[in-house]
């Protein structure tokens, strides 16, 4: 069964940081592109970005709204992918999603507030 | 960046039939754009419908259908049933970047 698990959220104030992580389980890791994806409370979703595979040579592309502040990596031996967001803003609130394909997490919910 | 566009909201009779659509702002909607469709309930994570254009998810009822329609991404739902009251979202693939529209709020009324 494929399974992608979120962790890492958590209340963080106005110009922190914080490494959200995501865990795949159930198929074959360094195949697939992974994306991030979120959604403030109460709003839609929003894509974040998306880190390709090896074959691809793990190109990342990001929103422009996040580019800059986010980063996406990938560490295929342990079959995770990574989102570090620095410099936290009250708008980066949000449930993030880790996304592969059709597949979708449950999300975790990184709040910035002071 | 590109602006993807659904109708905000949809009503829809027990039994009925409607279709969603997703408009792109650079131009129509092609099978190169890779157009997803996602349903999200209250408090639940989204649930991926359709992937490249019309493929179903393993999930996915058979009452739900995907085409390319006019130049927009399109989304049919036929013999609507109640628990298809939810929040729709579609998502284009453009060369570096994707783009969700703002949703469509469909109430099976």
């Known amino acids: 069964e494929v399974q992608v698990v979120e962790s890492g959220g958590g209340l963080v104030q106005p110009g922190g940081s914080l490494r959200l992580s995501c865990a795949g389980s159930?198929?074959?890791?360094?195949?697939?592109?992974m994306d991030w994806v979120r959604q403030a409370p109460g709003k839609g979703l929003e894509w974040v970005g998306r880190?390709?595979?090896?074959?691809?040579?793990?190109?990342?592309e990001y929103a422009a709204s996040v580019k800059g502040r986010f980063t996406i990596s990938r560490d295929d031996s342990k079959n995770s992918l990574y989102l570090q967001i620095n410099s936290l803003k009250t708008e980066d609130t949000a449930v993030y999603y880790c996304?592969?394909?059709?597949?979708w997490g449950q999300g975790t919910l990184v709040t910035v507030s002071s | 960046q590109a602006v993807v566009t659904q109708e905000p909201s949809l009503t829809v009779s027990p039994g009925g039939t409607v279709t969603l659509t997703c408009g792109s702002s650079?131009?129509?909607?092609?099978?190169?754009?890779?157009s997803y469709w996602f349903q999200q309930k209250p408090g639940q994570a989204p649930r991926a419908l359709i992937y490249?254009?019309?493929n179903k998810s393993p999930w996915t009822p058979a009452r739900f259908s995907a085409s390319l329609l006019g130049g927009k991404a399109a989304l049919t739902l036929s013999g609507a049933q109640p628990e298809d009251e939810a929040e729709y979202y579609c998502l284009l693939s453009y060369s570096a970047t994707r783009v969700f529209g703002g949703g469509t709020k469909l109430t099976v009324l």
């Open positions: 650079t131009g129509a909607v092609t099978s190169g754009h890779y």
């Open positions: 996304v592969r394909d059709i597949y």
């Open positions: 490249d254009t019309g």
């Open positions: 880190i390709r595979n090896k074959a691809d040579s793990y190109t990342i």
């Open positions: 159930g198929f074959t890791f360094s195949d697939h592109y």
